[in-house]
């Protein structure tokens, strides 16, 4: 069983930085893809970013592409976020997913939701003009 919790959400200004973390449980972590999504009042649920198991394959969102960076710690089980240069459309629930299952580091990681089974709860970014 594969458990997420996301943390590091809140109420910052228009350029500021911000850095969440998802905190993961499961046996399978270091050998599957991580992403983040957000979901926004109004919109679909958006792709920003996703990691490959080993972190060698990247891929982010056009939107967040030069501001974000995920990066993570298969020793801590964790992903993290770092969102810089902020803008008020940033603002939205952010979550991290798993596949939860063994995949390739030689693909680019998955941007569609429906690949990831596992999901956290979220956490609320908001950008203030």
């Known amino acids: 069983q594969v458990q997420l919790l996301e943390s590091g959400g809140g109420l910052v200004q228009t350029g500021d930085s911000l850095k969440l973390t998802c905190a993961a449980s499961?046996?399978?972590?270091?050998?599957?893809?991580l992403a983040w999504f957000r979901h926004a009042p109004g919109k679909e649920r958006e792709f920003v970013a996703g990691?490959?198991?080993?972190?060698?394959?990247?891929a982010y969102g056009f939107s967040v592409k030069g501001r974000f960076t995920v990066t993570r710690d298969n020793e801590k089980k964790a992903t993290y976020l770092k969102m810089s240069s902020l803008k008020p459309e940033d603002t939205a629930f952010y979550y991290c997913?798993?596949?939860?299952?063994?995949?390739?580091?030689?693909?680019?990681?998955?941007?569609?939701?429906?690949?990831?089974?596992?999901w956290g709860q979220g956490t609320q970014v908001t950008v203030s003009a």
């Open positions: 990691i490959s198991p080993s972190g060698i394959k990247i």
């Open positions: 997913a798993t596949t939860g299952t063994e995949d390739s580091d030689s693909i680019a990681p998955f941007s569609n939701d429906g690949a990831f089974p596992y």
């Open positions: 499961g046996r399978t972590f270091s050998r599957s893809t």
